[in-house]
């Protein structure tokens, strides 16, 4: 049953449970599961909520809808669906899945005759005793703004967490460039690309916080598996 007093909202939490009950194999390959309407009263909730919550386990790829017929189980390797570059974590939390990072490096450096604290990670998802890497990362922020941020454990800390909580900083604003970008034998181990691919995309840019003032450069390669929807506002 769905609970209403939950902060988590109402389709993904019935999202949740049909696509922990398909991949538990209670739904098979090709079988339909239940229609919208008798969802709709196993959950006792409303038709918005069951539809949005199928459209996740489209985008899943783990049904496909027909029309006039009902929604079948259709399992196909699982994408990962970017639609922005700052919420990975609350994205890992809505698909109910444990985010992992991996740190490759942690420094200070010097730019520009300024200081900065170095971050890279692999950042991916955990499954039962699997860990796929779904990224490698690279964060530069002032140490000027960000003292003492060597200190913390970013394979068990969310960076955008400690930025908040700790320095009441907000991350709210990115510029960023795609391009391609030659696969190294290190991002070939890590993200587990096939030998047949020789380029990965590229997310390059910076990080701007509530007052517009640059707080992070950033480098994101991202494995083939991700997939993006790219979301503005047009004036």
């Known amino acids: ?14 999202y949740r449970q049909l696509r922990e009950e398909i991949l538990n194999g209670e739904y098979k390959q090709g079988e339909f599961i239940p229609s919208e309407t008798e969802l709709m009263k196993t959950f006792a909730t409303t038709r918005g909520t069951v539809r949005n919550a199928i459209s996740l386990l489209v985008n899943d790829g783990l049904v496909q809808q027909v029309r006039g017929k009902g929604t079948f189980v259709l399992l196909r390797p699982l994408k990962y669906n970017i639609t922005n ?6 994205y890992l939390n809505i698909r109910n899945e444990v985010g992992v990072s991996k740190v490759l490096d942690q420094s200070i450096v010097s730019l520009e005759g300024k200081s900065f604290y170095k971050l890279i990670r692999a950042r991916g998802v955990k499954k039962g005793g699997t860990t796929t890497y779904l990224m490698i990362d690279t964060s530069i922020l002032p140490v000027d703004l960000f003292p003492g941020l060597d200190q913390y454990d970013f394979e068990k800390e969310s960076l955008y967490q400690v930025l908040r909580e700790k320095y009441l900083i907000y991350p709210k604003r990115t510029e960023i460039a795609l391009s391609p970008i030659s696969i190294d034998k290190q991002t070939r181990e890590i993200l587990q690309v096939h030998e047949n691919e020789h380029a990965l995309l590229k ?9 517009n003032i ?6 994101i390669i991202y494995a083939p598996n ?5 979301m503005t506002e047009l004036n």
């Open 203 to 211: 997310a390059e840019g910076s990080i701007f916080d509530q007052n």
């Open 214 to 219: 640059e707080i992070e450069k950033v480098k």
């Open 1 to 14: 049953m769905l609970d209403k007093n939950n902060f988590v909202p109402l389709y993904v939490q019935l």
């Open 85 to 90: 570059f700052g919420g990975f974590t609350d």
């Open 226 to 230: 991700i997939e993006f929807n790219i």
